[in-house]
């Protein structure tokens, strides 16, 4: 089950993360964790779930943790650097994820991911860095 602010940052999400099915489990500034349901319109041609949901995912996870302790100081939070390691194809059930932050920077935050089948076995292994910036031409994220 959804903890309250998870639940609320899931149903906040839009585009992409909506479009293959991101669900948002447990969010802190530390630890976010999220799966995604594998279907048909998730797998690369051999039926194994296409590796950039993984990444997209971490992104994601590792994006929005950051953007949300960010914000307060008027920064915005974007991806940098995500590089995946595949362990394990997943062809049925719900890719489970955790992303724990390794480091909180002034300018960088970076975070792994890990990835599990319904078993819970490793099947994939993300380590994503997030920008910490100011906003394009200064305005605040909370201005609009």
């Known amino acids: ?23 948002l489990l ?22 194994l779930l296409h590796g950039g949901v993984y990444a997209a995912m971490a992104e994601s996870m590792a994006s929005l943790a950051t953007a949300v302790a960010v914000a307060p100081e008027g920064n915005i939070a974007m991806g940098l650097s995500n590089s995946t390691s595949f362990l394990r194809p997943i062809t049925v059930g719900v890719v489970h994820a955790r992303a724990t932050r390794l480091h ?12 599990s089948d319904d078993a819970g076995r490793a099947c994939a292994v993300t380590r994503m860095t997030i920008a910490v910036r100011s906003p394009p031409g200064g305005h605040s994220p909370a201005a609009g």
Do not use: C, N
């Open 26 to 47: 447990d969010y802190s500034d530390t630890e976010v964790r999220a799966q995604v349901t594998v279907g048909e319109q998730l797998k690369q041609p051999a039926g």
């Open 1 to 23: 089950m959804a903890t309250p602010i998870a639940k609320q940052l899931s149903g906040a999400l839009r585009g992409f993360d909506r479009l293959y099915g991101l669900e």
């Open 104 to 115: 909180r920077g002034r300018t960088t935050w970076v975070w792994d991911v890990s990835f």
